[in-house]
């Protein structure tokens, strides 16, 4: 028996999510299916919602609904200091633990060979920019400690050299209560590198 179209579609567009496959996908769609006509017109109201209302700060690049994002439009978070993350949803992590207090810049990506993106592909001309325009006094690379993480504040790092302000990095190392018989040897390599005197 051919499988009906709409649901064959809906199965390939839930597949296009990341981590979903093929039959996660599909039972998504059985399951969009199975909805009553009230949940299913909620549900599709609140895709063209997104792809309608959200969009990317122009100042920043993190997720929007008015012209600025809240953070960029908020005059009580600090000027002076850019947080660099890779994705907006890195943003929320940074946020939930109510430490940092100074502006973000999304790069939308991380600097890849193996797939093909280069600096040019991600938004680093702009973080560039920002920061020439004059009032910033910090730079934290906030990118992952993965090998494109480290590659992209290597690279980030060496452009901002000649401008005045101050580049750091996120400390890397052992979690809180972390054991060392499960720390893998980058872990406990960073660990021992960013030791401080007691």
């Known amino acids: 028996m051919k499988e009906l179209s709409a649901i064959v579609a809906l199965t390939e567009s839930f597949s296009k999510l990341p981590g979903v496959g093929?039959?996660?996908?599909?039972?998504?769609?059985?399951?969009?299916l199975a909805m009553d006509e009230e949940t299913r017109q909620q549900f599709g109201d609140a895709l063209k919602?997104?792809?309608?209302?959200?969009?990317?700060?122009?100042?920043?690049?993190?997720?929007?609904?008015?012209?600025l994002c809240e953070i960029c439009a908020d005059p009580d978070r600090d000027q002076t200091t850019i947080a660099v993350i890779a994705e907006p949803k890195d943003v929320y992590v940074i946020e939930k633990m109510n430490g940092y207090h100074g502006l973000y810049h999304v790069l939308g990506g991380l600097i890849n060979a193996s797939r093909g993106i280069g600096p040019d592909d991600i938004s680093i001309d702009a973080l560039i920019e920002r920061v020439r325009k004059g009032g910033i006094q910090e730079v934290i690379l906030a990118t992952s400690a993965t090998l494109e993480g480290q590659t992209t504040a290597l690279f980030i790092a060496k452009l901002l050299e000649s401008e005045n302000v101050t580049i750091t990095r996120l400390a890397t190392g052992l979690?809180?209560?972390?054991?060392?018989?499960?720390?893998?040897?980058?872990?406990?390599?960073?660990?021992?590198?960013g030791r401080k005197k007691l």
């Open 49 to 67: 919602a997104v792809g309608n209302t959200v969009h990317r700060c122009p100042v920043c690049g993190l997720y929007a609904e008015g012209e």
């Open 175 to 193: 979690p809180a209560g972390g054991s060392l018989d499960y720390a893998d040897s980058l872990t406990l390599a960073k660990a021992f590198e």
């Open 22 to 32: 093929v039959k996660t996908a599909e039972r998504m769609a059985y399951a969009v």
